[in-house]
């Protein structure tokens, strides 16, 4: 008789390129991952730390070198880790899968902490801490006016600056081109990064620039990912409730009820105002758009486009760039509140295929539940229960 094969979860971690010597891979209690979108990856890993046997040797990137002769306890100077292995700034990699297939490579990142502990009573730990390079957009300040730069240009110089290689979706360059365009010849603000940004972080002003055209980023290796539309559309994964989802907690939110985001606008030439409407029409899924008079969206607009309107702001029209600029805050707020309206919190057997940004089908939770949901951030977890994924999902109505 076939036996029938069996799968062990398992990881690999690297630091400097070389795997962790055996003797500190077999004291790693656990090792955590986190995945998400617009800040760095982080994972931990937490080590066992036995006669206090990994803080024989200096860590450097402490920021001082102690002073040597001091007596850290009956260990043989065989037993410590190699010089250099728990240092800062150490480039740190993790690949996960299951035995005997290969493993998948998931972070590839640096050693941006140590935490050591010291209990009264049981085993010292040790911990290391490593962040995708995406924090280094979070290491300082900048000064810089950027004039009339495009979006995309500042992002790509601020990706640069860190030594990281811009990737923009042409969506986002073309619409910030665009508006560059429009702020040039009408004489609007150009993005700067100093007066009323000043003290900002190049993670700051990527965040902004993101929120502007209602996009995400991202670190893969030395690639800085800036995009609306590059990301996945089809289900990478099927997880069915009482197989590979373990539980699933779904929640409708109150701020789906918003259908329709609006703006009050007041040209200065001449006494008018106008309320400008974009909402979602459930029926026949498109977005729609409603232009009435301000004296008009008094009475409301809920009848118009069948559910709530949230109007955000009165604004006075200088230019055609404060129009641009506002039709942009508009979608990106409609879309905020629309793919608010599901979400919810999972837990499932481990798989290197939930990701953050990815699709994922889930089955066997009635008709209103078993959904395509979009992975909003996702945590991957190795201790002694085994590997374990959880996070957050959302279904999407507008991508």
């Known amino acids: 008789m076939i036996p029938h094969p069996r799968y062990v979860p398992d990881y690999e971690v690297r630091i400097n390129g070389d795997p962790l010597p055996a003797a500190v891979r077999s004291t790693i209690a656990s090792v955590r991952y986190e995945d998400g979108r617009n800040a760095a990856d982080r994972v931990e890993i ?20 102690p002073p040597s002769g001091f007596d850290i306890g009956p260990v043989r100077v065989a037993q410590a ?61 900048g000064a810089v006016a950027f004039g009339f730069l495009p979006d995309f240009l500042v992002a790509s110089i601020a990706a640069a600056k860190n030594f990281l290689i811009p990737a923009i979706d042409p969506a986002v360059i073309g619409a910030s081109t665009a508006l560059a365009a429009i702020n040039l010849i009408f004489g609007g603000a150009g993005l700067q990064q100093a007066g009323q940004l000043d003290g900002m972080t190049d993670l700051e002003l990527m965040t902004m620039i993101a929120t502007k055209y209602g996009a995400d980023f991202w670190v893969e290796g030395d690639v800085l990912y800036l995009s609306r539309f590059i990301k996945e559309y089809d ?19 109150n701020v789906g009820q918003v259908a329709g985001v609006g703006y009050r606008f007041t040209l200065r030439e001449v006494p008018l105002s106008f309320l400008v409407t974009v909402y979602w029409d459930f029926d026949r899924e498109t977005l729609g758009l409603s232009v009435i008079p301000g004296a008009a969206a008094k009475a409301g607009v809920e009848g118009t486009i069948g559910g709530k309107s949230l109007t955000r702001v009165d604004r006075p029209v200088a230019s055609p760039a404060d129009v641009v600029s506002s039709a942009l805050e508009i979608e990106h707020e409609l879309r905020t509140k629309l793919n608010g309206r599901l979400t919810g919190s999972f837990t499932a057997v481990g798989d290197p295929r939930i990701r953050a940004g990815a699709i994922v089908r889930l089955e066997g939770l009635g008709p209103d539940f078993s959904l395509d949901y979009r992975v909003a951030s996702a945590s991957h977890s190795f201790d002694g229960g085994g590997w374990v994924t959880s996070g957050q999902l959302y279904k999407e109505i507008i991508p």
């Not at 036995?50 to 920021?63: A, F, N, S, T």
């Not at 050693?111 to 290491?139: C, I, Q, Y």
Request: glycine share 12%.
């Open 235 to 253: 289900p990478s994964v099927t997880l069915k409730w009482g197989e590979s989802l373990v539980d699933f907690s779904p929640r409708i939110s």
């Open 46 to 65: 937490e080590l066992g730390n036995p006669d206090l046997r990994w803080l024989q040797r200096h860590i450097r990137g402490l920021g001082f070198r």
């Open 81 to 141: 880790a190699p010089e250099g292995t728990f240092d800062l700034d150490n480039s740190l990699t993790l690949a996960l899968g299951y035995r005997p297939g290969p493993l998948e490579a998931m972070f590839d990142g640096e050693v941006t902490g140590v935490e050591a502990s010291f209990p009264s009573g049981g085993m010292p730990t040790l911990r290391l801490v490593a962040h995708d390079k995406l924090n280094r957009l979070s290491r300082g300040t």
